[in-house]
């Protein structure tokens, strides 16, 4: 697991300008960032990395021991067996929640309670009918019983994830929910007077790889599903794009006599290599066919992302999806057009390999948004 949370920025503690709010947010977000998901550090460490002063420290750990951000958990090994001990530090897992809300599976909601590090610890879920129709007082509903049981001052704010272009608290667009310019961050906020955070689902199972999974702080991350999102991260940020639907490459045409699709172009990369499209084309073939759509598949994909490799230099590129579409033969294929469209003296092998990270992914990924959000604004 790597450490860190967010990149970027040092101790403003000797920097003047800032107001002495602005300093000590950024110092909470520097101790937490070295502390997220599960490291364990002394005070002294702490100091140590960050440059901050003993009662820099002290005082603003002091206030997230409080707030229930971090709790001391054990004691460093002190080989001399002489002088105090000091004690480490880590998230606290115990006692702020924050509530996710994950409508980007089809025909179905799924909410759950979640600890500090997005792990579940009380699930619902809401079944939807085919046409996929959700209703914003569904996913109203489903907050209420999820934080029946809830302190209101340990609830740290809502994360929703949905699979479209997301602006803010809007959803500017979402196909699968057949949204447009839905305002749902604004009335939950309304609703709850809790923050609520919306986030595009290829960026929420990111966050979760990023932080639970083998990935650093840069990474090209594809889903592969009922159609094909991808998420961008350089130095632990998320790419966002001008207009904020930056990865959606599903509708990018890459073969002008593919397939019609229903944008009204030809060849989209959804239409050529999302597993629904991938499992139609199957259907006609016997075992060998199949392993030959999905090496062709692997080795498109690898062709339309050579590119955006080449482009920022990501030396890792981590793919989820189903295991009868992305398995070995995909994998292979896809490395191999790599090695050959992305290979010289100058650029680091890209190695693309499959997301490991267990199940709710997505789901846990609203979560980490949350408090990404709550710790780095
Ligand atoms: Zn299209």
């Given amino acids: 697991m790597s450490s860190g949370f967010e990149h970027g920025g040092t101790a403003t503690g000797r920097q003047g300008k800032a107001s002495p709010a602005d300093i000590r947010r950024t110092n909470r977000a520097l101790i937490f960032n070295l502390l997220f998901p599960a490291q364990r550090r002394s005070r002294a460490d702490l100091g140590r990395l960050t440059g901050l002063s003993r009662v820099a420290i002290s005082d603003v750990i002091s206030d997230m021991l409080d707030e229930g951000l971090l709790c001391e958990t054990g004691y460093a090994a002190n080989p001399t067996g002489k002088g105090k001990r000091g004690a480490l530090l880590g ?4 006692r702020l929640k924050i509530i996710s809300i994950d409508l980007s599976h089809p025909q179905l909601i799924q909410g759950a309670v979640t600890d500090l590090l997005g792990i579940p610890q009380d699930c619902m879920e809401v079944a939807l009918g085919p046409d996929n129709h959700v209703e ?6 489903l ?15 809502i994360g929703i994830v949905v699979s479209g272009v997301v602006q803010e608290g809007t959803v500017r667009d979402s196909t699968m929910l057949g949204w447009h310019n839905v305002e749902l961050g604004p009335l939950l906020e309304r609703q709850f007077d809790l923050p609520v955070v919306i986030v595009n689902d290829a960026i929420a199972a990111m966050l979760t790889e990023r932080f639970f999974g083998q990935a650093g702080p840069d990474l090209i991350f594809t889903t592969f599903g009922q159609g094909v999102g991808t998420a961008t991260l350089i130095h632990d940020m998320p790419v966002i794009g001008d207009h904020h639907a930056a990865g959606e490459i599903g509708h990018i045409a890459i073969d002008p006599n593919g397939p019609e699709c229903p944008c009204g172009k030809r060849g989209c990369l959804e239409m050529l290599i999302s597993a629904h499209a991938l499992r139609e084309r199957m259907r006609h073939h016997d075992a060998r066919g199949r392993a030959d759509v999905i090496r062709q598949a692997g080795d498109l994909f690898a062709s339309a992302l050579a590119m955006p490799v080449g482009l920022l230099d990501i030396a890792d590129v981590c ?7 992305i398995n070995n033969t995909f994998l292979e294929a896809a490395q191999q057009r790599f090695d050959a469209a992305t290979g010289s ?15 709710d992914l997505t789901l846990r990924g609203g979560a980490i948004a949350v408090i990404r959000r709550y710790i780095n604004g």
């Fill in 91 to 94: 998230i606290d897992t115990s």
């Fill in 136 to 141: 914003t007082d569904a996913i109203v509903q």
């Fill in 143 to 157: 907050i209420d019983q999820l934080r029946s049981d809830l302190d209101f001052g340990d609830v740290l704010g």
């Fill in 319 to 325: 793919v989820a999806g189903p295991a009868d579409i």
């Fill in 345 to 359: 003296s100058f650029h680091v092998r890209t190695i693309i390999r499959r997301c490991q990270v267990g199940g």
